[in-house]
C-alpha cells in the first residue's frame, strides 16, 4: 500500500506468463512490480526444478503440460479468470498448440493476449530463429547506431526494452481501452519494431542533418562525451557536449583552453590528440580523487558506478516510473534475482484463481498428484 492507503496500479490485474525469453520475462516483471498478480507458465517436465530465468521478482510459478488434454483443460480455466496473457515464442507456436488469440479469446472475451516476438509476426522472416543483433539489424537501428555503440547495452535497449516494454505498453494500453469496450484484444510487439522506435531520434538526425554515424559524438570517439580509467583502475564519465563543459572539464582537468573553443570542439582531426590527452590526466587520480576535484563544478564529470557499488551507497532500486498516490511495489534486495522452482506455486495459484473449481490443479494430466520440494530448504529461492 501507498502512503495514502492505495494499492499499486495493477493490482487486482491477473496475468499468465509464458517466461521463454528475456523480452517477454521483461513484460512479465513490469506488470508484477506494479501490482499485477503474475503467474509464470513452465513446462510439466520441468516441474520442480530450479530454471534459469532470474526476472522473477513478485512472480508465481505453476506447470502446465500444452500437450496434455486434462492439463489444457486446466490451463483454459485459468485463462477465464485471467486479464492478461503474455507470450514470446515464435510466430505460430501458440496456434499449433490449439492456444492461439481465436481460441483463448473465445473463452474469455476480456482476455489481453500480449505476444511479443523478434521479428514482426507478418516478416517474411517470421519463421527464422535469432537473437537481438539479427532482429535489429534489419530494422536499420544497428547501421544507426554504428560498429562502435552496437555493444552489449546497445542490444540490450535494443531488444529487452524495445520488445519487453514495449508489450508492457501494449498491455496497458489495451486495459485502459477495455475499461470503455468491456473488451480485451491482441496486442503485437516486436524488437524489430520496438527497437526501431527507441531509435526515432538518431534515424531522423541521420536523415535530416547528415548526422554520421561512426564518427558521432555518441559512438564515444569524441573526447568530451567518453569513459577513461582512473590511477585505481576504476572510470569517470565525461558528458561535457555544451562548450561551457567542456571549459570547466578542461580547467578542472589542468588542460589549456584554446581561445577559440567552440571551433576546436568539433575539430574531429584534434579529437584523438584532445582524447589522449584527457585520458593521460583522470589516469593520475583514482576515482575518490576525481568525485572530490569535480564536486560542485559544472562540467558534466561523473563516477562509474558497480552495482555493489550503487547498493553500497544506499541507493535503494526502484521501479522505472513512480506514481505518487499509487506507486509501484518497492524492490526490496532479498527479493533481487531469485529463482523459482518450476510448478512452485501451483497449488495456491488454482485454489486462488478457480475457488471452488480448485481441484483442476490438484493433479497433472497423468492424474498423478503433484508434489513439490520444501520451498524452504531451499536457499537459492
Same mark, same amino acid.
Given at each position: 500500500?501507498?502512503?495514502?492507503?492505495?494499492?499499486?496500479?495493477?493490482?487486482?490485474?491477473?496475468?499468465?506468463?509464458?517466461?521463454?525469453?528475456?523480452?517477454?520475462?521483461?513484460?512479465?516483471?513490469?506488470?508484477?512490480?506494479?501490482?499485477?498478480?503474475?503467474?509464470?507458465?513452465?513446462?510439466?517436465?520441468?516441474?520442480?526444478?530450479?530454471?534459469?530465468?532470474?526476472?522473477?521478482?513478485?512472480?508465481?510459478?505453476?506447470?502446465?503440460?500444452l500437450k496434455?488434454?486434462?492439463?489444457?483443460?486446466?490451463?483454459?480455466?485459468?485463462?477465464?479468470?485471467?486479464?492478461?496473457?503474455?507470450?514470446?515464442?515464435?510466430?505460430?507456436?501458440?496456434?499449433?498448440?490449439?492456444?492461439?488469440?481465436?481460441?483463448?479469446?473465445?473463452?474469455?472475451?476480456?482476455?489481453?493476449?500480449?505476444?511479443?516476438?523478434?521479428?514482426?509476426?507478418?516478416?517474411?522472416?517470421?519463421?527464422?530463429?535469432?537473437?537481438?543483433?539479427?532482429?535489429?539489424?534489419?530494422?536499420?537501428? #544497428?547501421? *544507426?547506431?554504428? /560498429?562502435?555503440?552496437?555493444?552489449?547495452?546497445?542490444?540490450?535497449? =535494443?531488444? $529487452?526494452?524495445? &520488445? @519487453? !516494454?514495449?508489450?508492457?505498453?501494449?498491455?496497458? #494500453?489495451? *486495459?485502459?481501452? /477495455?475499461?470503455?469496450?468491456?473488451?480485451?484484444?491482441?496486442?503485437? =510487439?516486436? $524488437?524489430?519494431? &520496438? @527497437? !526501431?522506435?527507441?531509435?526515432?531520434?538518431?534515424? #531522423?538526425?541521420?536523415?535530416?542533418?547528415?548526422?554520421?554515424?561512426?564518427?558521432?559524438?555518441?559512438?564515444?570517439?569524441?573526447?568530451?562525451?567518453?569513459?577513461?580509467?582512473?590511477?585505481?583502475?576504476? #572510470?569517470?564519465?565525461?558528458?561535457?557536449?555544451?562548450?561551457?563543459?567542456?571549459?570547466?572539464?578542461?580547467?578542472?582537468?589542468?588542460?589549456?583552453?584554446?581561445?577559440?573553443?567552440?571551433?576546436?570542439?568539433?575539430?574531429?582531426?584534434?579529437?584523438?590528440?584532445?582524447?589522449?590527452?584527457?585520458?593521460?590526466?583522470?589516469g593520475t587520480?583514482?576515482?575518490?580523487?576525481?568525485?572530490?576535484?569535480?564536486?560542485?563544478?559544472?562540467?558534466?564529470?561523473t563516477p562509474?558506478?558497480?552495482?555493489?557499488?550503487?547498493?553500497?551507497?544506499?541507493?535503494?532500486?526502484?521501479?522505472?516510473?513512480?506514481?505518487?498516490?499509487?506507486?509501484?511495489?518497492?524492490?526490496?534486495?532479498?527479493?533481487?534475482?531469485?529463482?523459482?522452482?518450476?510448478?512452485?506455486?501451483?497449488?495456491?495459484?488454482?485454489?486462488?484463481?478457480?475457488?471452488?473449481?480448485?481441484?483442476?490443479?490438484?493433479?497433472?494430466?497423468?492424474?498423478?498428484?503433484?508434489?513439490?520440494?520444501?520451498?524452504?530448504?531451499?536457499?537459492?529461492?
Amino acid at each position: 500500500m501507498s502512503a495514502a492507503g492505495l494499492a499499486p496500479p495493477l493490482r487486482g490485474v491477473k496475468v499468465l506468463e509464458f517466461g521463454s525469453l528475456a523480452i517477454s520475462s521483461t513484460c512479465g516483471l513490469l506488470c508484477a512490480d506494479y501490482g499485477a498478480d503474475v503467474v509464470r507458465v513452465d513446462r510439466a517436465q520441468d516441474r520442480g526444478k530450479l530454471g534459469p530465468d532470474v526476472l522473477n521478482r513478485n512472480k508465481r510459478s505453476i506447470c502446465i503440460d500444452l500437450k496434455d488434454p486434462a492439463d489444457i483443460t486446466r490451463f483454459k480455466a485459468l485463462v477465464r479468470q485471467a486479464d492478461v496473457l503474455i507470450e514470446s515464442f515464435r510466430a505460430g507456436t501458440m496456434e499449433k498448440l490449439g492456444l492461439g488469440p481465436e481460441v483463448l479469446m473465445k473463452e474469455n472475451e476480456r482476455l489481453v493476449y500480449a505476444r511479443v516476438t523478434g521479428f514482426r509476426r507478418d516478416s517474411p522472416d517470421k519463421d527464422k530463429p535469432g537473437h537481438s543483433i539479427n532482429f535489429v539489424a534489419p530494422s536499420g537501428v #544497428l547501421n *544507426l547506431l554504428g /560498429r562502435q555503440s552496437a555493444s552489449l547495452p546497445a542490444m540490450l535497449l =535494443a531488444g $529487452i526494452a524495445g &520488445g @519487453g !516494454a514495449s508489450c508492457f505498453q501494449g498491455i496497458l #494500453l489495451a *486495459l485502459f481501452v /477495455r475499461e470503455r469496450t468491456g473488451r480485451g484484444q491482441v496486442v503485437d =510487439a516486436s $524488437i524489430f519494431d &520496438g @527497437g !526501431a522506435y527507441l531509435t526515432t531520434m538518431p534515424r #531522423l538526425l541521420d536523415k535530416y542533418t547528415g548526422w554520421e554515424r561512426f564518427t558521432d559524438t555518441f559512438d564515444l570517439d569524441c573526447p568530451y562525451y567518453n569513459t577513461y580509467e582512473t590511477a585505481d583502475g576504476k #572510470l569517470m564519465a565525461v558528458g561535457a557536449l555544451e562548450p561551457q563543459f567542456y571549459k570547466e572539464l578542461l580547467k578542472a582537468l589542468g588542460l589549456p583552453v584554446n581561445d577559440d573553443i567552440e571551433r576546436h570542439r568539433y575539430s574531429k582531426e584534434t579529437w584523438e590528440k584532445s582524447r589522449n590527452a584527457i585520458k593521460q590526466k583522470f589516469g593520475t587520480k583514482t576515482r575518490e580523487e576525481w568525485e572530490r576535484v569535480f564536486e560542485g563544478v559544472d562540467a558534466c564529470v561523473t563516477p562509474v558506478y558497480s552495482d555493489e557499488e550503487v547498493e553500497g551507497r544506499g541507493c535503494e532500486r526502484r521501479v522505472p516510473v513512480e506514481l505518487s498516490l499509487t506507486p509501484g511495489l518497492k524492490i526490496e534486495k532479498e527479493g533481487e534475482g531469485k529463482l523459482l522452482l518450476a510448478g512452485q506455486h501451483q497449488d495456491e495459484v488454482f485454489d486462488e484463481w478457480l475457488g471452488g473449481n480448485n481441484d483442476l490443479g490438484r493433479s497433472s494430466g497423468s492424474g498423478r498428484p503433484l508434489h513439490y520440494p520444501s520451498v524452504a530448504a531451499k536457499s537459492r529461492i
